[in-house]
């Protein structure tokens, strides 16, 4: 494999990764309050009425999302950071495709076993860490990762990961951000090189491809500023929302979102 460039050196790096308890504690009481569903409900009403959220996900994003991954009955999705299972479980149960949900929160796991019991869907879900996933080579058709890969302590870890277990022809669909410029000390760390079409090629995919739309950027922040608006109680999810709000919301103009798609040969 050739040398990265600098700049993608500086995406490849190990990045600060967020405590697994963290999330426990934030899908706890979500899980209570459904604070994050709802605020993106009212951000875009056009939403599946049967999706429950965690992440920053717009209805034309959602479409998005779905056209690229295609699915099709019998194959088998991996959500690498599924979270308490939503959209993982929107998008199987729309395709008959069986999923295979992984995340490092035992909460967020439980949760999404929970919701899957309630569901005719086949699914799964495991405890794991996104840079060694218990899972067979080749043995998925598909994997989506909704700003998941951000947190990994090697993102080029992860994503070779990813192309490990999937089937020669699949593809890998992500969410996240992208700097409008790159290295700019305004923006968190965790955001200020990043550049996915670098990192997946560099982890060896093929056909890598990011599409954004001005009504994905429109959402994020709406998700932030409707936050804000509302009453939270001390040390809620919601409570935690607005606080990364207050901190994000200043400098989310200095960032695009993505959608990135890529293909194992």
Request: proline share 5%.
């Amino acid at each position: 494999m050739s040398t990265p460039s600098d700049s993608c050196t500086a995406d490849t790096a190990d990045h600060q990764t967020t405590n697994a308890s963290e999330f426990d504690r934030l899908f706890g009481s979500e899980a209570h309050a459904s604070a994050f569903t709802t605020i993106a409900r009212l951000v875009d009403p056009g939403l599946p009425a049967d999706l429950d959220l965690f992440s920053f996900l717009c209805s034309g994003l959602l479409d998005h999302i779905a056209h690229q991954l295609d699915l099709h009955p019998q194959q088998v999705l991996a959500d690498l950071g599924c979270g308490c299972g939503g959209p993982g479980l929107w998008l199987v149960s729309d395709s008959h495709a069986s999923l295979i949900g992984i995340d490092f929160s035992a909460v967020a796991i439980d949760q999404a076993r929970h919701r899957a019991a309630e569901l005719p869907v086949d699914a799964s879900f495991v405890v794991a860490d996104l840079s060694s996933l218990p899972l067979a080579e080749h043995c998925v058709d598909r994997v989506l990762s909704l700003d998941a890969l951000q947190y990994a302590h090697n993102r080029v870890d992860a994503a070779r990961q990813a192309l490990r277990i999937l089937k020669p022809g699949g593809r890998l669909v992500l969410t996240g951000w992208h700097p409008r410029t790159s290295g700019d000390d305004r923006l968190p760390a965790r955001h200020r090189h990043t550049d996915w079409l670098k990192v997946l090629r560099t982890a060896g995919f093929t056909g890598v491809h990011c599409a954004s739309a001005p009504d994905w950027d429109a959402a994020y922040q709406g998700i932030y500023r409707t936050a804000l608006t509302m009453q939270a109680e001390a040390g809620s999810a919601l409570a935690g929302l607005q606080g990364e709000a207050r901190r994000r919301l200043p400098t989310a103009h200095l960032l695009r979102r993505v959608a990135v798609t890529a293909v194992r040969s």
